[in-house]
């Protein structure tokens, strides 16, 4: 997945996210739609990590296609 994939991977995520909010905001609250606004917020936690691996893998001379998308357990761990 290149750059641009990753980007857009990130706004589809993005745009699903802000559906599902006013969804919720409209209906109230729902335990589906709440599972999958987390799985929404891994997947976008996946996607940036990726996208700053890429970008510090190119910066370094190294090649960014030998980045790859780390597990949720390592992405959700990071500070914000």
Do not use: K, N
Request: a negative charge; aromatic letters at 2%.
């Amino acid at each position: 997945m290149d750059d641009t994939e990753v980007i857009r991977r990130i706004g589809a995520l993005v745009d699903e996210e802000h559906e599902l909010e006013r969804t919720q905001a409209s209906t109230g609250p729902d335990e589906s739609t709440a599972e999958r606004l987390r799985d929404i917020e891994v997947a976008l936690d996946q996607c940036w990590d990726l996208l700053r691996q890429r970008r510090a893998r190119r910066e370094t001379g190294d090649d960014p296609d030998e980045a790859g998308v780390r597990p949720p357990e390592v992405v959700e761990r990071y500070q914000q």
